[in-house]
């Protein structure tokens, strides 16, 4: 398979690999991620203290991410060839600002996070309340994400077809659809009639 079906309408994409990745030498805390608890179940709210430390870190921690090349370029002309798009991430209420601070919030219709969702990647559930918040069916949707585990096999485990946002070039082999640059995504998704 060279693209995406034609019933697609929908790209969902991952945030945090993604669509931009931490700066150096904060790439360390890629170890530390919401995709380190993948599969632990239902996602317990932040207590009290939780949400006040994150008003003083979330400034800054959302500061250490920056776009991957391409990206405007690549969402705007998704957008022009007649996709909705969408981003769903193991994350918590960092998000918004974290889109905001690359200048994307514009280009999404949904945006979700696992915290909020009460699911984190791979588990099926958390792109199920994705698509039911988007209003579209499984075969409706591409979900690209640069994890192999959560990503890719969680999008499967759902119905969805995955892209495999491989920037790091981690798995060259397998039969998944897969991109080493978000530039490759208009090579994958043509036009929409």
């Given at each position: 398979?060279?693209?995406v079906?034609?019933?697609?309408?929908?790209?969902?994409?991952?945030?945090?690999?993604?669509?931009?990745?931490?700066?150096?030498?904060?790439?360390?805390?890629r170890?530390?991620?919401?995709?380190?608890?993948?599969?632990?179940?239902?996602?317990?709210?932040?207590?009290?203290?939780?949400?006040?430390?994150?008003?003083?870190?979330?400034?800054?921690?959302?500061?250490?991410?920056?776009?991957?090349?391409?990206?405007?370029?690549?969402?705007?002309?998704?957008?022009?060839?007649?996709?909705?798009?969408?981003?769903?991430?193991?994350?918590s209420?960092?998000?918004?600002?974290?889109l905001?601070?690359?200048?994307?919030?514009?280009?999404?219709?949904?945006?979700?996070?696992?915290?909020?969702?009460?699911?984190?990647?791979?588990?099926?559930?958390?792109?199920?309340?994705?698509?039911?918040?988007?209003?579209?069916?499984?075969?409706?949707?591409?979900?690209?994400?640069?994890?192999?585990?959560?990503?890719?096999?969680g999008?499967?485990?759902?119905?969805?077809?995955?892209?495999?946002?491989?920037?790091?070039?981690?798995?060259?082999?397998?039969?998944?659809?897969?991109?080493?640059?978000?530039?490759?995504?208009?090579?994958?998704?043509?036009?929409?009639?």
């Amino acid at each position: 398979m060279n693209t995406v079906p034609e019933s697609v309408r929908h790209v969902i994409f991952d945030y945090g690999g993604t669509l931009a990745d931490l700066i150096w030498p904060f790439t360390v805390f890629r170890r530390f991620s919401p995709t380190t608890t993948m599969g632990s179940g239902h996602i317990k709210p932040p207590h009290f203290l939780q949400r006040q430390a994150r008003k003083l870190v979330y400034p800054v921690a959302a500061r250490l991410f920056r776009p991957f090349p391409g990206l405007h370029e690549v969402l705007t002309e998704l957008r022009n060839r007649g996709y909705i798009l969408h981003v769903l991430s193991n994350n918590s209420s960092i998000l918004p600002l974290q889109l905001e601070l690359i200048d994307t919030t514009r280009y999404f219709t949904t945006v979700s996070w696992s915290e909020e969702m009460g699911f984190e990647k791979p588990d099926p559930r958390i792109f199920e309340l994705a698509l039911e918040r988007i209003g579209a069916g499984a075969s409706e949707a591409v979900y690209i994400g640069d994890s192999f585990e959560a990503d890719v096999v969680g999008a499967i485990g759902a119905g969805i077809l995955p892209i495999h946002a491989d920037h790091r070039r981690r798995r060259t082999h397998g039969d998944h659809l897969r991109v080493e640059s978000l530039s490759g995504l208009l090579g994958l998704l043509p036009p929409r009639p």
